[in-house]
Structures are given as C-alpha cells and as structure tokens.
C-alpha cells in the first residue's frame, strides 16, 4: 500500500514537472531565434545617429563612478515586442577598467570587493534606465510576420582624459561607433554607445 501510494506520488510529481516543463517551453516560444535568413532585425526609429543622440541627451556618468576614476563597458541586453516596446532589458554583461587606484586602495579590501559589485550595478542601471527611455522601435518580422526579438547594445563609460593626454589624441566623439557585441543566438548590429563626462 505504502508503496503503490509513493509510486502515484512519484507519477504526480514527475506529470506535474512535465507540465511545468511544458509550460516553460510554451513561454519561451514567442522568443525568436534570430539566426534565420528570413529575420527583419528591429530598428531604432532614426537609426544608429539617433540612438547616439538618444544616449547623449540621456545617458549621466554616475558619481560614484566618477569619484573612484571608473569606467566601463556593460552589454545591455532587451526585448524589441511586435509593438515596438522596449521590455526585460538586463545587463548581460559588465567590465570596469581604469580604477582610480590611489583612491581604491586606500579602501579597506572588503570594501573594494563591496564598490566593484556597486560599480558594475550602478553602471548598469544607467545604461537600463536610458534605454527604458527609448520611444518606440520599428519591430522585428520574421517569415514576415512581427515578432519579439532580443536585442542588445553595448554601453562605454568613459571619462574625460587628463589635459595632457587630450593634446596627445584628438578629442573622442561622445559615442563611439564600434562592431556591437552578438548574444549568444542573437545577430546584432546596434553600435556601441559611449557615455563622456
């Protein structure tokens, strides 16, 4: 008795992750693999200059970053919807480079490990909240029907340089226009958006 009941359990409980399994693979069915011939890539209206002008009137060098000399480049990563929305947009990716070290490491050690975790987190949330921003895409189509497609763009923070090193160089556009980063299943061809002090 006690075992024909464990086996029913067992069989509910194996059923009940089926559908739950079944449930996920529905879900994530409306996402589309851009990786087919026939994929129109969703289109930010005015192209590439206008997200450079978008995140130019948008994007603040968070101050934080700016005390301790931080800056970075994050991989946001979202959803174009077959209405042109912006939606789940995460970070996918975040590197800091270019501590201030003489700041940094007058920090006790846990602390540093404490400020590059709020670094990256905090160079991600501008790059979410200047794309939570954006108006309205043209959407993707695949087959020619419209579809939800993800999509990405990396973000550059950098800091101004030092007046020594601006006579070296001539000055750097407010957003640079770069090979953009590829998500694992996804064809990207956004630009790289550089955020300057």
Not at 3 to 31: C, E, F, R
Request: proline share 7%.
């Amino acid at each position: 008795m006690k075992a024909t009941i464990i086996v029913m359990l067992s069989a509910a409980l194996i059923l009940g992750a089926t559908a739950k399994a079944q449930d996920v693979v529905s879900d994530t069915t409306t996402t589309v693999n851009i990786t087919r011939n026939d994929t129109v890539q969703p289109q930010f209206p005015g192209g590439d200059d206008a997200i450079k002008a978008h995140f130019d009137k948008y994007l603040k060098y968070p101050k934080l970053a700016q005390k301790y000399g931080v800056e970075g480049r994050v991989i946001m990563q979202f959803f174009v919807e077959p209405d042109g929305t912006v939606s789940h947009i995460s970070a996918r990716d975040c590197k800091l480079e270019n501590f201030e070290d003489a700041r940094l490491n007058k920090e006790p050690v846990a602390r540093q490990k404490q400020l590059k975790v709020q670094f990256a987190l905090i160079l991600a949330q501008e790059g979410a909240r200047v794309i939570h921003k954006m108006p309205k895409w043209t959407p993707g189509r695949v087959g020619g029907e419209l579809a939800r497609v993800q999509s990405s763009l990396p973000v550059v923070f950098t800091l101004p340089k030092v007046e020594s090193e601006v006579a070296e160089t001539e000055a750097t556009p407010v957003v640079e226009a770069e090979p953009a980063v590829e998500p694992e299943p996804v064809v990207e061809t956004q630009p790289i958006v550089e955020a300057k002090m």
